[in-house]
């Protein structure tokens, strides 16, 4: 007898909201939060009042009794923080699900708002903070100071590995950038983006070049989670959470992780055992998927982490169109950090739903299952959504 307490298909995300997207926004991270978690009930039906749950990430500016006070919510018998940033989504998603499913609340809000259009605002900004502490002080003298550097470091080891090149990379940006300019919403919706494009931008940390790497943007996403009995009653279709997990090796580090053996292995390998344990649905299976992205080689490392392909196969994989739409496995279809907005992933949450529902820009047909995950390069967190 399994010791798991099986979270299979016993909630469903309900409703999802999302505000603008843009650069030097008006509205602080407080009100944009609010407009899209405002959004997400009304698509879902649910008056405020009925929440009584609260998820978010621990890097969220807005404290979540503000946010109950905002909208008018009453008693909130379940909230809940998630570490380490883009690692975390994903997370947050199974969270709002354990605690429907055990009674701890009702009705769950996930939400990430974000201002980081500014340069000022980023973290890796505050370069005196930066060189502090006892794992950056080890690289930072190396000139390993952004986490661009550190992706372009395990990105020239993977080159080195597996013959990948930069080739590989322009199909993940290309084919992003594809997908957003379908989408409406997105940030990069008509802003085409050719081969020639890509190889003339200029380099960030070489072998990453300018569209490698995510949008920095403003914004807000809320999705809304409910037991699968309510969610028959809901507004709009229902998408069930079918499997949800977290996972890290011990000894993992934060993006690179210099102090294995086996540094492309990511903490995706261990999230991963959990996830497929828990679902009926395969890496075969798999229609449509929405892959965290801050960084293109990313897409390569999850591709592996998850059983999609083989170690090292990753960047064949985008080979021919695989991650485009059409392909073998349409990869981020509203476009994904690179090219709709960074929110830290919320936005791969909404567009697995979007593809659930039907209801995508960048619409992949008969999709009945949808994988989602959040950055591996750390302790991280994925999701199989179904219909």
Partial sequence: MSDIVSLKDRTAIVGIGETAFGKAMSESEEQLACIAIKAALDDAGIAPAEVDGLCSLNMENVFQHDIARDLGMREVTYYSQMPAGGHGGCGTVGHAAMA????????VVGWRSRKRSGRASRVWAQLDQRI???RDTWLRPWGIIRPVDEVGVMYTRYMHEFGATRDHLANVALAFRSHANRNPNAFMYSRSMSREDYFAARWISEPLCLFDCCLETDGAIAF????????RDCRDRPVYIHAAAQGFDGGSAILANYFTADPMRSQAATCAKSLWRQSDIRPSDIKVAQFYDAFTPEVFFTLEGYGFCGCGEGAAFTEDGGIALGGRLPVNTGGGSLSEVYLHGFNMITEGVKQMRGASTGQVANADCCFVSSSDLGPTSAVVLRN
Avoid at 100 to 107: D, F, L, P, R, S
Avoid at 224 to 230: E, M
């Fill in 132 to 134: 502090q502490g006892s």
């Fill in 100 to 107: 429907v499913a055990t009674g701890q609340a009702k009705v």
């Fill in 224 to 231: 809304v989670v409910t037991a699968a009995d309510r969610a």
